[in-house]
């Protein structure tokens, strides 16, 4: 069962919740993303040849370090800055990163513990950041206005009304929250696509001493992956199709790729299909979809025999109650999954590959690993890992919102908006009393992944099918699919202020679908 257009329509305009109507429409196209996808979501082709794929080996981004701490603060220090990097043989590419790596460096914070990041701007553009689940006062959450300016000046394009620094600005973080994998990339109003995808994105792995205490693997066997897909041009730079290449006005992609930008070389880490040699033992790795728009179908090859693939330990939001074994793991952007991966269920000299088993070719692969000789083993994955409160749902005294998520015309154009209205930094979508639960319906055209800011959520039901196996725990980033309903309950404990909610396909967001929500 599904919606039709129709149906749609309808039910953003509605208040109450309305159920799926049954749709006359034909099924979505598919493309080589996998599953449903728009008509217009594309894959960008690099001009040259891609690297062979599993000659790199894995890199892990380096860990940033505080400048200075005193009794309750840790201070960063981070620029923003252009760089010109090695990821394809032979060429070099110039990004924009933090500190000069892509992906950025890795904060590894406790969690309530405060740290202090100290941004300054050397890019010829403004950017803003936002750090990706964190619980953070308004001021300092990345809101999309709240620009930082390049120390050289500028003189293109900005939006009135934001909190705008000058050069650099500094981001407070208190970090109140429980251990999680965090992450934070550029947030600038209409251009955090092709920002993004030029390299502005880091993870940040926040820690308490509940997570340290589990025995699950540790150090040099807890691994970040941060997956994105790009695509480059001849020379070797990012072959992005911004309808300005300058990143200054106007905003948005040529109309091949208004449904959402997907590249062709896969790179974790920054490195093109890489491989990682590892021990026949357990690992914990830290997955993140950093790309822009391309969903992953995570699998296996060859599933070890008689046990799944994946143990899940966590989500967006930190550990599950207990683990939860899977042998695919959909993942939307911005989406974070915590898995142990056994290799000790493979014999050495196995060559396991990561596939996104969503596409074919090159476009399938990710990552190998190489298990390549045996080890102790101490680690362990407990049959309890935490203690997640159950959000409560009271029916119709539970207040509810609904927010659809569909593609409209506007101004002679198509555009992606939430309810029928594109993003306006002055116009509220939702006010919300401050420790309130919510139910909020969320109704789609296309695939979208819905990111909420400063609260996480707990994904209450998906309307006319199950929840899926990684549905649970806490999430801030839900995966709606084309055609369907999602019911979110959230709980907004968090600092009161303007927070933004929107579709983390980047595309979409520059494209206006997003929306503010005022916490009271």
Not at 276 to 283: I, N, Q
């Amino acid at each position: 069962m599904s919606l039709s257009r129709r149906g749609f329509i309808g039910a953003a305009g509605t208040a109450g919740i309305v159920l799926p109507l049954a749709s006359a429409c034909g099924g979505t196209p598919t493309d080589a993303n996998g599953g449903a996808q728009h008509k217009e979501q594309s894959v960008q082709k690099s001009a040259l040849a891609a690297p062979r794929p599993f000659t790199q080996p894995l890199t892990i981004p380096p860990v940033i370090r505080p400048v200075r701490s005193d009794a309750t603060t840790d201070y960063f220090e981070v620029t923003a800055k252009v760089a010109n990097l090695s990821i394809l043989p032979g060429l070099q590419t110039q990004a924009f990163t933090y500190n000069g790596t892509f992906p950025g460096p890795t904060f590894d914070t406790k969690a309530n513990r405060k740290i202090v990041v100290k941004t300054r701007n050397e890019l010829p553009v403004p950017t803003v950041t936002h750090l990706h689940g964190g619980k953070t006062p308004p001021e300092h959450d990345g809101y999309p206005i709240d620009l930082i300016m390049p120390v050289g000046g500028w003189n293109g394009h900005v939006h009135p009304g934001g909190n705008v620094s000058q050069g650099e600005r500094e981001y407070h973080y208190p970090l109140q929250q429980r251990a999680a994998t965090l992450w934070y990339h550029d947030h600038r109003m209409d251009f955090t696509g092709p920002q993004v995808y030029r390299g502005l994105a880091g993870m940040h792995i926040l820690r308490d001493d509940e997570d340290n205490a589990l025995p699950l693997p540790k150090g040099a066997r807890e691994i970040p992956l941060i997956i994105t897909d790009r695509s480059f041009k001849a020379d070797g730079s990012f072959n992005y199709p911004s309808l300005d290449p300058n990143l200054n006005h106007p905003p948005g992609v040529t109309g091949a790729f208004h449904g959402g930008v997907l590249g062709d070389v896969t790179l974790v880490n920054g490195v093109p299909w890489p491989f990682l040699e590892v021990d026949a033992v357990k690992y914990r790795f830290r997955i993140l979809n950093a790309s822009n728009s391309r969903h992953y179908k995570l699998e296996l090859d060859p599933k070890p025999n008689a046990a799944q693939s994946f143990i899940q330990v966590g989500s967006d939001g930190g550990l599950l109650d207990a683990p939860r074994g899977h042998t695919m793991i959909p993942v939307a952007p911005a989406e974070r999954f915590d898995v142990v991966i056994d290799f000790s269920k493979y014999a050495v000299g196995t060559m396991v590959t990561l596939k996104h088993t969503g596409a074919t070719g090159n476009s399938g692969l990710v990552m190998q690993f190489r298990v390549a000789r045996t080890a102790t083993d101490d680690s362990t994955v407990p049959t309890k890992l935490s203690t997640i409160e159950k959000l409560p749902w009271t029916g119709g005294n539970t207040p509810t919102r609904q927010f659809a998520f569909l593609q409209g015309p506007e101004n002679g154009k198509m555009v992606w908006r939430i309810n029928s209205k594109s993003f306006d930094p002055n116009y509220n979508h939702a006010e919300i009393q401050r420790g309130k639960v919510e139910m909020w319906q969320l109704v789609t055209d296309a695939q979208h992944p819905v990111h909420v800011h400063l609260s996480s959520f707990q994904i209450h039901a998906r309307i006319a099918e199950q929840l899926a196996p990684t549905d649970g725990g806490w999430k801030d980033t839900v995966r709606l699919e084309p055609n369907k309903v999602v019911r979110i309950l959230v709980r907004f404990d968090g600092y009161p202020g303007k927070y933004v909610f929107h579709c983390h396909n980047l595309e979409h967001e520059d494209m206006a679908m997003m929306a503010n929500m005022k916490i009271l």
